[in-house]
C-alpha cells in the first residue's frame, strides 16, 4: 500500500499510521512532536479526535513533517543542480548527472533525499487535519487552521517545483504541476493569517504560474508588511538537525562542494540547529525584477533588482573556522586559496573575492550573500544582463535552499515505490521521468571546471585562474522561456 496517500476510505487508514508515527515520535522528546494531549504511543485516530484540543495536539506534528521537507529541499535539488557537486560516499554520484536520475534514484524516505516523500506526507497529514479533525474540533483556533492550509499549500508548492506531476489520492493519476501550483495558491490564500511567510509564498506560486500582476502584487504586500522579513524553519537538538549542516560541515567527507564562483557563499549554516530561510524579503525584489523585465521596464527592473542586491549585502555574516580542505571526487584539491580567479566559462572575465582561504577562518553569509554590486546592478541598460544578473542573484542569494534545481527546469521524476505500487501509473506516464530541458549540458558539466585542481602534487597552488565549463546564468538569460513570466 503506498502511504504518503490517502487510502480510498477517506483517508483513515493513513491517519491511523501517521498519528501512530506522531504519538511514537513523541516519546523521543523531540522540541517539534509534543502532542500534550496525546500520550500512548498506540494512540488512534478516533481516540485523537476525542482529546480535548486535536488540532492543537497535530499542529507539532505539521511543524515536524515541514522541517523535514525543508530539510531535504536545501539537499537533493542543490546537488542535481549547478550549486553543488558531490564528493564523499553520503549522497548518490548519479545527482550530477541530471539526465541520468531515475525513479530508483529518488525513493529514498530520508532526510537527505526523500524530496518527495516528505512533501506527500506533509500533504497527506495536513489533508487529515484539515478534513477530519477541524470539522469537528471545537476548539480549533484560526491561526491553527491557518497553520494547516499554509503547510499544505507548501506541500503543494514543492511537488510543484520540483516534479512535471505527482498523484494526490492512493492509486490515483499524476496531476500537472499546473494543476499543483493551483492547489498550492487556494490552500495558501485560506492561510494569509498565518503571517509575512504566506503572503511571500503566494508570491513564489504566482511567479511559477507566469501571474506577473499577482506575483508582483503578492511581493509587495510582503514587503510592505516587513521589508526586512526572513521566516527560517528552524531544527531542534534532538531529532530532527540542519541535513545541509551535515554534510558542509559536521561530516568529515563533506560530500557536498560547491561551484568555485560559489565557494564564498560556503558554508551557510554553521550549527546543527540553524534554521533554513523559506522566506525572505530578497526573494520579493527579484519576483518584481523579473515581472517588470519580462514586461519590457529595463529601469524598472535594475532598480528592484538593486533593491535586492542592497538588502542580502545589509544581512549580517558570522566568522566560521572552516578546516574543509575543499576535495573533488577523485580526492584532489579544489580551489581553496583567495588568490584564485574565476571565470564563469570559457572567455568570460576573471574575477576575484569567489574563493577564500581554506582551511581557515571564513565569513559565511546566513541568510543571503552576493558577488554583485548594488550600484553597478542600477546602472544596466542591457537587457540580457539585466536577465544575467537577475539568474545570479536568485542563485547566490537562494543558496542551499532549494530553487536553483526549479530554475534551471530540471524536474525529478516520482519514486519508483510510487509508480509500482499505483496501477494508474506506468513508467513513462507524466511524472514518472526525469525532465531535463535541452539547455541543460551534458553530462556532469554543470559542475565541472579546467583545471579540475589548480594544485600539483604536493598541494601547491601553481595556477591562479579556472574556468567554469558554463555559465548557466548566461545560458538562462539568453532562453526566454527560462522565466516563467515569459
Sequence with gaps: ????????????????????????????????????????????????????????????????????????????????????SIHGTGLSGIYDFPALISPSDVNSTGDATGLYWHAQELKALANFVLDE???????????????AYYYRGMAYLALAENFSAAPLVSD????????????????????????????????????????????????????????????????????IENTPWAFLVSRALQE?????????????????????A???????????????????????????????????????TEDFIDDDPRLNADLTVRPRDAEVTIAAEPGAPFRSGLVQDRPATVTAYTVAGTSLDADSVAALTDETELWHALW???????????????????????????????????????????????????????????PSSPYDADENLVETEVVMTIDMNRVLAENPAASPFN
Aim: charged content about 20%.
Design 1 to 84: 500500500m503506498n502511504t504518503m496517500h490517502e487510502t480510498k476510505h477517506g483517508g483513515r487508514g493513513l491517519a491511523l499510521r501517521l498519528m501512530m508515527m506522531v504519538a511514537l515520535l513523541a516519546v523521543g522528546a523531540c522540541d517539534y512532536l509534543d502532542p500534550t494531549q496525546v500520550e500512548n504511543p498506540r494512540t488512534t485516530a478516533d481516540d485523537l479526535a476525542q482529546a480535548e484540543e486535536p488540532t492543537a495536539a497535530l499542529v507539532p506534528g505539521l511543524r515536524a513533517g515541514f522541517a523535514r521537507l525543508v530539510n531535504t529541499q536545501g539537499v537533493l535539488p542543490e546537488v542535481v543542480s549547478d550549486n553543488y
Design 133 to 147: 479533525i477541524v470539522p469537528e474540533d471545537e476548539t480549533a483556533t484560526a491561526s491553527a487552521i491557518d497553520e
Design 172 to 239: 490515483g493519476p499524476a496531476v500537472p504541476r499546473t494543476e499543483l501550483l493551483s492547489l498550492a495558491i487556494a490552500d495558501l490564500e485560506q492561510a494569509t493569517g498565518f503571517g509575512t511567510q504566506t503572503t511571500a509564498a503566494l508570491a513564489r506560486a504566482y511567479r511559477w504560474a507566469g501571474n506577473a500582476a499577482a506575483a508582483t502584487s503578492a511581493a509587495d504586500q510582503a514587503l510592505g508588511a516587513d521589508p526586512t522579513f526572513v521566516f527560517l524553519r528552524d531544527f531542534d537538538a534532538a531529532s
Design 256 to 276: 557536498m562542494q560547491p561551484l568555485p564562483r560559489l565557494d564564498f557563499l560556503d558554508p551557510k549554516y554553521l550549527i546543527r540547529t540553524q534554521g533554513i
Design 278 to 316: 523559506v522566506a525572505k524579503a530578497e526573494e520579493m525584489h527579484l519576483i518584481k525584477a523579473e515581472a517588470a523585465l519580462a514586461g519590457g521596464n529595463l529601469a524598472t527592473a535594475a532598480q528592484y533588482l538593486s533593491n535586492a542586491v542592497a538588502l542580502a549585502q545589509s544581512r549580517s
Design 392 to 450: 545570479l542573484a536568485r542563485q547566490e542569494m537562494f543558496l542551499l535552499e532549494g530553487r536553483r534545481m526549479a530554475d534551471l527546469g530540471i524536474r525529478l521524476p516520482i519514486m519508483n515505490r510510487e509508480i509500482d505500487a499505483n496501477p494508474n501509473i506506468a513508467p513513462g506516464d507524466p511524472g514518472t521521468e526525469t525532465v531535463v530541458p535541452s539547455w541543460i549540458p551534458a553530462e556532469n558539466a554543470l559542475d565541472t571546471f579546467s
